[in-house]
């Protein structure tokens, strides 16, 4: 039988890179820090030695797997003061570390900015890092150096994107950074997945915006754009507040079921490798 791995497209983990999915959105509300925490935590749950590294310095993932932001831990591993090791946290989710997002990190571009090779500071220190199965990186609400910082050291992009007029028009910043990484920093890098994420539904419908919306994203990203769907509801506010990843707050309620279809799919094997 074939390993878990294997099935999932991975290697054996010993024998290669971990998997590094950065998860990132310039837009607010788009639903990416509940993207990030609960596909990290669907994945851990299925198997997976998973770590979460929160670079969004409001910490709202740290928060949410309950834990408070650190005050320089993450600043002191981005100067290579400290191994990632040493400031990973267990959870309380087998299988689920985490890498606590920092308040000081909020001007990060004047602390950093003048440091050389400093877009490589998070790749280096996950490469001298104990191997997990797969990372996830929850980059912040911005364009800024820490998002670069991510992206320089993932090998994949996941965009949740809220499927709205206003926030399909702010995707071409973040694609175009996305590029710019890859042609400057990162040449593996590349979008591994568009998520539709809160969207409403009325009915047995969705509202004409939304379904434009999904058509241009059809339209745009016909490899990238996934099949799975992540529906607004109410229960990730109170799995929040729980301080619970959904699958763990609401199991197998539609956003369990819903974010473990973006999981499953995330990390399958491309159709041309199963061809191939």
Request: glycine share 8%.
């Amino acid at each position: 039988m074939a390993s878990k791995h294997a099935v999932l497209g991975y290697g054996d983990p010993t024998m290669g890179r971990m998997r590094t999915t950065a998860v990132a959105n310039n837009k607010g509300g788009t639903g990416k820090t509940t993207t990030a925490v609960n596909v990290a935590a669907i994945a851990a749950s299925i198997g997976y030695r998973t770590l979460l590294v929160d670079l969004d310095d409001q910490g709202s993932a740290t928060k949410w797997l309950g834990h408070s932001p650190a005050n320089a831990d993450l600043v002191d591993m981005l100067r290579e003061d400290r191994p990632l090791d040493d400031i990973a946290m267990t959870t309380a989710f087998n299988r689920l570390e985490l890498v606590r997002a920092s308040a000081e990190l909020a001007d990060a571009d004047r602390q950093f900015g003048g440091e050389a090779g400093v877009q490589h500071a998070l790749m280096l220190a996950l490469e001298h890092a104990t191997p997990r199965d797969f990372v996830v990186i929850d980059c912040p609400g911005d364009l800024g150096l820490l998002t670069i910082m991510g992206l320089a050291a993932a090998d994949d992009v996941l965009i949740p994107l809220a499927a709205g007029a206003m926030e399909l028009d702010e995707l071409p910043k973040l694609t175009q950074l996305i590029d710019k990484v890859a042609r400057r920093l990162n040449p593996r890098l590349h979008i591994s997945g568009v998520l539709p994420c809160r969207v409403a539904m009325y009915g047995n419908h969705t509202t004409r915006v939304v379904a434009d919306v999904l058509d241009t994203l059809r339209a745009h990203f016909s490899k990238e754009l996934m099949s799975s769907v992540i529906h607004e509801s109410t229960r990730h506010g109170e799995a929040f507040s729980a301080q619970q990843p959904i699958n763990e707050f609401d199991p197998g309620g539609s956003g369990d079921r819903e974010y473990r279809a973006a999981v499953e799919e995330l990390l399958a094997p491309k159709l041309a490798m199963s061809h191939g």
